[in-house]
T-cell receptor, first 115, second 110 residues
Framework: DSGVTQTPKHLITATGQRVTLRCSPRSGDLSVYWYQQSLDQGLQFLIQYYNGEERAKGNILERFSAQQFPDLHSELNLSSLELGDSALYFC??????????????FGPGTRLTVL | GQQVMQIPQYQHVQEGEDFTTYCNSSTTLSNIQWYKQRPGGHPVFLIQLVKSGEVKKQKRLTFQFGEAKKNSSLHITATQTTDVGTYFCAGMDSSYKLIFGSGTRLLVRP
């Protein structure tokens, strides 16, 4: 157990709909990252937040948005869903690891299926 | 745009054989990270390399970062069935953006 929680575990919805994925980072971690992993694909970095502020942006579609709240949990909003948005969405958090290294801890993921 | 190429895509080895996966970036990286994802699981952070020419070891795993900070490798000595999974490298650019390689899927025959 990485200490990062994601809800829901599974989500099935229809094209055109909007969904919200939630992530709670490990206690004390200030950074939250969102990734998309399509079937048999690699990981696509979407966005990073640090202590409530956007820090880095990857190939995140305009239909997607995210935010990090004062209690440090984060939400990823996906709107106008398309079939191609079906994927596993991971959240990760980071804080200092051993010997000062930055370690990213991944949550179990949310599997989104768009029908 | 910036890319991180990773090869091979798949590697099927006999238990006890060595395994290496390579990553190449089109631009200089601030650092490179390695992750392992077991089938059906989530990525697990293995290590981060920051310095040019850096070499780090974790038991049977050896990680290298190239002198130009554009390439990296992960070498596993004497593979075991527990090494099965997909290994990803991820390069971080100067704007803190992480770009993942496509991963190398390792299968180990017992």
């Amino acid at each position: 157990d990485s200490g990062v929680t994601q809800t829901p575990k599974h989500l099935i919805t229809a094209t055109g709909q909007r969904v919200t994925l939630r992530c709670s980072p490990r206690s004390g971690d200030l950074s939250v990252y969102w990734y998309q992993q399509s079937l048999d694909q690699g990981l696509q970095f979407l966005i990073q937040y640090y202590n409530g502020e956007e820090r880095a942006k990857g190939n995140i579609l305009e239909r997607f948005s995210a935010q990090q709240f004062p209690d440090l949990h984060s939400e990823l909003n996906l709107s106008s869903l398309e079939l191609g948005d079906s994927a596993l969405y991971f959240c990760a958090s980071s804080g200092p690891g051993t010997s000062g290294m930055v370690t990213q801890y991944f949550g179990p993921g949310t599997r989104l299926t768009v029908l | 745009g910036q890319q991180v190429m990773q090869i091979p895509q798949y590697q099927h080895v006999q238990e006890g054989e060595d395994f290496t996966t390579y990553c190449n970036s089109s631009t200089t990286l601030s650092n490179i990270q390695w992750y392992k994802q077991r089938p059906g699981g989530h990525p697990v952070f293995l290590i981060q390399l920051v310095k040019s020419g850096e070499v780090k070891k974790q038991k049977r795993l050896t990680f290298q970062f190239g002198e130009a900070k554009k390439n990296s490798s992960l070498h596993i000595t004497a593979t075991q069935t527990t090494d099965v999974g997909t290994y990803f490298c991820a390069g971080m650019d100067s704007s803190y953006k992480l770009i993942f390689g496509s991963g190398t899927r390792l299968l180990v025959r017992p």
